[in-house]
């Protein structure tokens, strides 16, 4: 057990609608990085957040946003969802960048 | 911008043979350097990094890895494979502000006894 957490494990959704995939990082860590897993991509990084601010982001559609929030834990909201998001998503945290990073058992999103 | 190459996608060795595992790193700056492993229907663990200290790099399960400037390689190797280490390994550098990491593609691991 890494100490991530993210909610919910399975989602089955269809196009076009809206999902919010939630994780709260290991205790005392700041950062919290959101990752994509598919087939074709392999691991993506979409976006860091430090401390509640944007610190990277990577390839992320404009679709998708996330957020830190006070109490550290973030969201990643996913929009107008088509059949290519299908993949697992990953939420990872460390204490700052360039600390290790421990990844969470992911959320398995499917869009039908 | 920095990168890492994993060769060959899928690699099958016999249980009690060597592992090797390769990866090459792309990057303007000495990088911080991570293996990860991915068991079936699980996230990612950290088996090792290297953050230009020693070289030589042990990790858990029995890995280790060695940074090589000069072939700008960080291969992953194991003395003698067990069943239970079929999975999936990620090389990752650290992108120069420390603020995500890059991954390879990915090598699949099979044991066969």
């Known amino acids: 057990d890494s100490g991530v957490t993210q909610t919910p494990k399975h989602l089955i959704t269809a196009t076009g609608q809206r999902v919010t995939l939630r994780c709260s990082p290991r205790?005392?860590?700041?950062?919290v990085y959101w990752y994509q897993q598919s087939l074709d991509q392999g691991l993506q990084f979409l976006i860091h957040?430090?401390?509640?601010?944007?610190?990277a982001k990577g390839n992320i559609l404009e679709r998708f946003s996330a957020q830190q929030f006070p109490d550290l834990h973030s969201e990643l909201n996913l929009s107008s969802l088509e059949l290519g998001d299908s993949a697992l998503y990953f939420c990872?945290?460390?204490?700052?960048?360039?600390?290790?990073?421990?990844f969470g058992e992911g959320s398995w999103l499917t869009v039908v | 911008a920095q990168s890492v190459t994993q060769l060959g996608s899928h690699v099958s060795v016999s249980e009690g043979a060597l592992v090797l595992l390769r990866c090459n790193y792309s990057?303007?700056?000495?990088?911080?350097l991570f293996w990860y492993v991915q068991y079936p229907n699980q996230g990612l663990q950290l088996l090792l990094k290297?953050?230009?200290?020693?070289?030589l790099v042990k990790g858990i399960n029995g890995f280790e890895a060695e940074f090589k400037k000069s072939e700008t390689s960080f291969h992953l190797t194991k003395p003698s494979a067990h069943m239970s280490d079929a999975a999936e390994y990620f090389c990752?550098?650290?992108?120069?502000?420390?603020?995500?990491?890059?991954f390879g593609k990915g090598t699949t691991l099979s044991v066969s006894s």
């Open positions: 990872a945290s460390s204490v700052e960048p360039r600390n290790t990073i421990y």
């Open positions: 205790s005392g860590d700041l950062s």
């Open positions: 957040y430090y401390n509640g601010e944007e610190r």
């Open positions: 990057s303007s700056v000495p990088p911080y």
């Open positions: 290297y953050t230009s200290a020693a070289t």
């Open positions: 990752a550098v650290s992108n120069q502000a420390g603020t995500a990491l890059i």
